[in-house]
């Protein structure tokens, strides 16, 4: 069941690169950084996802990252996904994260699964909500 939102974030891709054409099924990196909010604390996330593109046309995606505090406190990230385009080149993704961390603040993580939508605008721009999974 979708559980109460824990974070929000708006961001950018930094860099894209293509990885591999072989087989028709093109797999590229995508990196971005956002600012925005995870369990009440402002924080800046940055991550690099993987993803390919499958015959019928959605992504599949893997990838990695890390949220920081300004403090320093950090959250480090894994998540996979599936993502489809809109009708103007933008990309929505749905899928989920997992979480490592010894700050305090973000104890709760490690011991939930997060169910994340992330959408990217043709230009970059993105913007992401997290929902606790229960």
């Known amino acids: 069941m979708l559980g109460d939102?824990?974070?929000?974030?708006?961001?950018?891709?930094?860099?894209?690169?293509v990885l591999s054409t072989d087989g028709g099924h093109p797999v590229m990196e995508?990196?971005?950084?956002?600012?925005?909010?995870l369990l009440?604390?402002?924080v800046?996330?940055?991550g690099t996802y993987e993803s390919v593109l499958r015959a019928d046309g959605t992504l599949w995606g893997e990838g990695q990252g890390v949220t920081m505090t300004q403090d320093g406190e950090t959250v480090t990230w894994h998540g996979s996904g599936v993502?489809?385009?809109?009708?103007?080149?933008?990309?929505?993704?749905?899928?989920?994260?997992?979480?490592e961390t010894a700050a305090d603040r973000f104890a709760a993580l490690p011991?939930?699964?997060?169910?994340?939508?992330?959408?990217v605008e043709d230009d970059g721009t993105s913007t992401a909500k997290l929902y606790e999974w229960k």
Not at 5 to 17: P, V, Y
Not at 30 to 37: D, E, L, N, V
Not at 83 to 99: C, H, N, P, T, V
């Open 40 to 42: 009440g604390a402002q």
């Open 83 to 99: 993502g489809r385009f809109d009708e103007k080149g933008a990309i929505d993704w749905r899928g989920a994260l997992f979480f």
């Open 111 to 119: 011991g939930i699964a997060a169910v994340f939508e992330f959408h």
């Open 5 to 17: 939102l824990i974070g929000e974030e708006q961001g950018e891709t930094t860099g894209i690169r």
């Open 30 to 37: 995508a990196s971005f950084r956002a600012t925005g909010t």
């Open 44 to 46: 800046k996330d940055m």
